[in-house]
């Protein structure tokens, strides 16, 4: 593991499962452990391929700009688990 995915998500659609996600990407590990990324987008979770915006970030993450493209590995219909895949392309200094 070398971080953790930390926020939360709100119901923000009539008509399909859409998602307002607030999420920080915050890093454990190597150069960037403290530093972290900042996520706000609309999430349609039912889609193939949902982007969000990278918002900024922390550390060495400061200024960050950029986009995340999330897709569903596995969802648990049960326990409401789900495995995401987030490629994340992110510019800063
Ligand atoms: C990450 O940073 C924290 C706080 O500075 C430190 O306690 C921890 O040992 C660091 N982790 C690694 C893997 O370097």
Do not use: C, W
Request: without cysteine.
């Amino acid at each position: 593991m070398v971080g953790r995915a930390q926020g939360l998500y709100a119901l923000a659609s009539q008509e399909e499962i859409g998602l307002l996600m607030v999420m920080n990407f915050a890093f454990i590990e190597g150069k960037y452990n403290g530093s972290s990324i900042s996520v706000l987008g609309r999430n349609t979770v039912f889609s193939k391929a949902r982007e969000m915006p990278v918002i900024g970030g922390s550390g060495l993450f400061r200024f960050a700009r950029g986009y995340v493209q999330a897709s569903t590995h596995k969802f648990d219909l049960k326990t409401g688990d789900a495995i995401v895949q987030y490629n994340v392309y992110v510019l800063h200094y």
